[in-house]
């Protein structure tokens, strides 16, 4: 299984794919896509390698808001997030894309390191979510384990897990 490292941009423009692309490409696979089609076709793909997904809310076959809209109906990315980088500004687009879950509103022009610093740091969020979720899974089941022992009255088996269980939580 590859690792979970991707980043999915997606602009009708190849220049802004360029630009974007060159800001992520040293510490992320990138994958450029120019229409949303393209992007709904590769997450229901690749979904579990993304990492964030840059998104342009104006393109010609199928804007932005439609990407969202469709992978809000058919429960795409949930766990991805979404940045909208765009120059429509207005009000009413804004309020739509965060209702439909987008993280941040990045407006054009943007300044490179400020876009790429904002970005790396809901990735990073999302990553620590990841792993704690991971942990607290694995606690639960330690948990569990250490519930049945004891119901089966195997003191000394549970109070090995209990010791684990401590250990983990250090």
């Not at 980088?85 to 054009?108: F, H, P, Q, R, W």
């Not at 943007?110 to 990073?124: A, T």
């Not at 979720?133 to 049945?148: G, H, I, P, T, W």
Request: proline share 2%.
């Amino acid at each position: 299984m590859r690792s979970k490292n991707t980043i999915l941009i997606v602009d009708d423009l190849e220049i802004n794919r360029a630009i974007l692309g060159n800001l992520f490409k040293k510490n992320y696979d990138i994958v450029e896509v120019s229409d949303g089609d393209e992007a709904l076709e590769y997450l229901k793909k690749e979904e579990q390698n993304v990492v964030a997904i840059l998104l342009d809310l104006i393109m010609p076959k199928v804007s932005g808001i439609e990407v969202l809209k469709t992978m809000k109906a058919e429960n795409i990315g949930k766990d991805i997030p979404v940045f909208v980088i765009t120059a429509d500004n207005s009000e009413k687009v804004m309020y739509e894309a965060y209702e439909l879950g987008v993280k941040d509103i990045l407006e054009k022009p943007f300044v490179p390191y400020f876009l790429k610093k904002r970005i790396e740091s809901v990735i990073e969020l999302y990553k620590l979510k990841e792993e704690q979720k991971k942990l607290l899974e694995s606690l639960n089941n330690q948990f569990s384990e250490v519930l049945k022992l004891i119901e089966e009255n195997k003191i000394k088996e549970s109070e090995k897990l209990i010791k684990e269980l401590k250990d983990n939580l250090k």
